[in-house]
């Protein structure tokens, strides 16, 4: 195994490696990363899809309908259904990825906290780490390096 961010699903069938580490993550408290995941939020690491390695196991996409109108595919095991990764939007160059699903989650903490409107209000946010109700500015908050990459890739 070569010097990635290792993940995989429930049963062990599905294993992937993140070449790079991702150009941002993002804490998703929105009412559909809660019913998705059955919890408060979802975890998402933005990175390239071709940055993603599959090592093992085979994929399906279920499309859920969205609040927004716009395409949601999610990638489960076929075997065990966890869900690995998420294409918002019909962008095939890019993945949101569930960092719950890396062997080891605390790698990648949230840069940003998005639709803190539906947040639990139980969940108590760290103060150094940007909150927004709703969505942000990608310009503003994400680092040049991250804004190069997202940049290259097609849609
Ligand atoms: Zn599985
Ligand atoms: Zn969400």
């Known amino acids: 195994m070569s010097e990635g961010i290792a993940g995989g699903c429930a049963c062990g069938d599905v294993q992937y490696e993140m070449q790079v580490p991702p150009?941002?993550?993002?804490?998703?408290?929105?009412?559909e990363c809660q019913t998705h995941s059955g919890s408060a939020f979802v975890i998402n690491a933005l990175i390239e899809t071709d940055r993603?390695?599959?090592?093992?196991?085979?994929?399906?996409?279920?499309?859920?309908p969205t609040n927004s109108g716009g395409p949601h595919d999610i990638y489960h095991c076929t075997r065990c259904q966890t869900a690995l990764w998420s294409d918002y939007g019909h962008r095939p160059g890019m993945r949101f990825l569930r960092v719950g699903t890396l062997d080891e989650p605390?790698?990648?903490?949230?840069?940003?906290?998005?639709?803190?409107?539906?947040?639990?209000?139980w969940v108590t946010l760290p103060e150094n780490v940007p909150a927004f109700?709703?969505?942000?500015d990608m310009e503003k908050l994400w680092p040049a390096g991250s804004l190069a990459r997202r940049r290259k890739i097609e849609k």
Request: aromatic share 10%; hydrophobic share 40%.
């Open 23 to 31: 150009m941002f993550v993002h804490c998703c408290h929105c009412r």
């Open 52 to 64: 993603i390695r599959l090592l093992g196991g085979e994929l399906q996409e279920i499309s859920v």
């Open 106 to 121: 605390s790698l990648l903490p949230p840069d940003v906290h998005i639709f803190t409107r539906s947040k639990l209000p």
């Open 133 to 136: 109700r709703v969505y942000y």
